[in-house]
């Protein structure tokens, strides 16, 4: 499970991110094997910004589920810092922290001028995921203490080249249908092809990553997704993201051809229903992908809603 701390129309970040620790809690109860928090900057509607220390709130108030991030955008950071923050969770919550990183940078210009950083950064991607693999392992020059010698699950979350990093250094993928799903089959298909087993991975090992949305008819889980499809569909014609308003609010406004259009977009890709459509719709997915794992995301605005289709999902998926 994937929480991104969205914010809600009338709603503080404070409340969005003490929401995403209750969202953990109940992941752990009902079940799920990993809860990750992710990293966004300077959007409005989004409050998960700082991952690590999300993800120590997180670790605090579960004792079983295991903790990660979904991921650290690496560009943004030095990798000797990154090292040190898995150290001291990983100290902290022994056996319990996962982590995922990312290549992605700010999310606009004056984001990334904030950040210190452009969009060149990214391409340094490799060499900053060797650095801070060799701050584990002793490799580097400088220690990295507390994280040197320990052992932390380290996952490469995939757009573009990331597939080929991953299989380079012998990590796990992580990969959603960003661009649609006969490119991820390809990606997934060259990473198993070109993986290097490692001391961290033995063998590829896949994480599909999407939005899914489960209620008692698919016509309610479809209304689940609305919220964040507008959300994608405001900020690509206004250049802003925006907290989730209620579907009923979404559904009456006057939209322009271009917002209808990107709307409606926003809303294709993802898996929505009932709990033995979306049981059957997994089960297709993995055969599909050969995926070893679900990385399941779902953001809307009416907060019942969203635990009871994390629980339906739950249900659905139980024994797979």
Do not use: C
Request: glycine share 10%; no cysteine; aromatic share 6%.
């Amino acid at each position: 499970m994937l929480d991104r701390s969205r914010t809600r129309e009338g709603h503080s970040p404070a409340e969005a991110l003490r929401d995403t620790v209750e969202f953990a809690r109940r992941a752990e109860a009902l079940g799920y094997h990993r809860f990750w928090v992710s990293e966004h900057h300077g959007v409005p509607g989004v409050a998960g910004s700082a991952p690590t220390v999300l993800a120590a709130a997180v670790a605090a108030a579960t004792s079983r589920i295991r903790v990660g991030t979904g991921g650290v955008m690496l560009p943004n950071h030095r990798p000797l810092v990154v090292a040190e923050q898995f150290g001291v969770l990983e100290s902290l919550f022994p056996g319990r922290i996962d982590m995922g990183l990312g290549r992605s940078v700010g999310f606009t210009g004056p984001v990334r001028r904030a950040l210190g950083h452009d969009k060149d950064d990214a391409d340094r991607f490799e060499g900053q995921l060797a650095e801070l693999l060799g701050y584990f392992t002793g490799a580097n020059e400088v220690p990295g203490l507390p994280a040197e010698g320990l052992r932390v699950p380290a996952f490469v979350l995939a757009t573009g080249a990331g597939a080929g990093i991953a299989a380079r250094h012998g990590l796990p993928l992580v990969i959603g249908a960003v661009r649609g799903e006969e490119p991820m089959l390809r990606a997934v298909r060259d990473y198993r092809a070109e993986f290097r087993p490692s001391p961290l991975a033995a063998e590829p090992y896949v994480v599909v990553s999407l939005s899914v949305a489960v209620a008692a008819t698919a016509e309610e889980a479809w209304r689940l997704l609305v919220p964040e499809a507008w959300a994608m569909a405001h900020s690509r014609t206004r250049g802003v993201f925006p907290p989730l308003r209620p579907a009923a609010e979404v559904l009456a406004l006057p939209m322009t051809a271009r917002e209808r259009s990107l709307f409606e977009q926003s809303l294709r890709g993802h898996l929505f229903g009932t709990p033995a459509e979306i049981a059957e719709s997994l089960d297709a997915l993995v055969a599909r992908t050969g995926a070893d794992e679900v990385l399941v995301t779902t953001s809307t605005h009416d907060r019942a809603a969203l635990l009871d289709s994390y629980r339906l999902l739950a249900d659905a998926a139980g024994g797979r």
